[in-house]
């Protein structure tokens, strides 16, 4: 599988945005870009997934750049209920890759 | 709408009972997956069934463990003779399609064998 690399922490204030990077250089055309987050004693929960366009939901954006070896999760508006580790995946759409698998991720702390 | 529901939210045995946990996807999802989340550690994946197909149940930890779905609907995770090993959060989530879109999380059943 092609690997992500994310900042291991970060931290942001209450209510300004907050741009989480994450890097893919080996990237492969059929793999999706996909953003997970776990709160604290919470399971897994699905934030935004993209192929090469940018993208929004209800939750945050997700900026693409050109060449897809790079990424960026944008919450708009920090909240304390946004303290998390967020995962950066890429998932490829061929069979033998149903597995979800998450790295270490970016554990994000928001300052009140 | 309804998001995935699982149960029990907690279920506490004795080793060597057999246990049963079920999940409820979100309705019109055809993927669903289970894993396992040991305090601390990370998520362990277990089986995905594509409507009421599993293709591939190497995932499963012993032959202690199986899973069936039924209808492309619910699914049960059977655990039988129960070891303190298997103590854990079980975790299923469902997907519109296989891998192809975000799976979204129930939240788990944790189970604690004495």
């Known amino acids: 599988d092609a690997k992500t690399t994310q900042p291991n922490s970060m931290e942001s204030n209450e209510e300004e945005p907050v741009h989480l990077p994450c890097n893919h250089s080996?990237?492969?055309?059929?793999?999706?870009i996909h953003w997970y987050r776990q709160l604290p004693s919470q399971g897994p929960e699905y934030v935004i997934h993209g192929l090469t366009s940018n993208v929004n939901n209800r939750m945050a954006s997700l900026a693409i750049a050109e060449d897809r070896k790079s990424s960026t999760l944008i919450l708009h508006r920090a909240t304390l209920r946004d303290a998390a580790v967020y995962y950066c995946?890429?998932?490829?759409?061929?069979?033998?890759?149903?597995?979800?698998?998450f790295g270490t991720g970016t554990r994000l702390t928001i300052i009140p | 709408g309804a998001g995935v529901s699982q149960s029990p939210s907690n279920k506490v045995t004795e080793k060597g009972k057999d246990v049963e946990l079920r999940c409820d996807p979100i309705?019109?999802?055809?993927?669903l997956y289970w894993y396992r989340q040991s305090l601390g550690q990370g998520l362990e994946f277990l089986i995905y069934f594509q409507g009421n197909s599993a293709p591939d149940k190497s995932g499963l930890p012993s032959d202690r463990f199986s899973a069936e779905r039924t209808g492309g609907s619910v699914s049960t995770l059977t655990i039988q003779r129960t070891q303190q090993e298997d103590s854990a959060v079980y975790l299923c989530?469902?997907?519109?399609?296989?891998?192809?879109?975000?799976?979204?999380f129930g939240p788990g059943t944790r189970l604690t064998v004495l």
């Open positions: 989530a469902s997907s519109r399609f296989l891998t192809r879109d975000g799976e979204f």
């Open positions: 995946i890429l998932r490829d759409v061929g069979f033998g890759n149903e597995k979800l698998t």
């Open positions: 080996t990237i492969s055309g059929t793999d999706y």
């Open positions: 309705s019109g999802h055809t993927a």
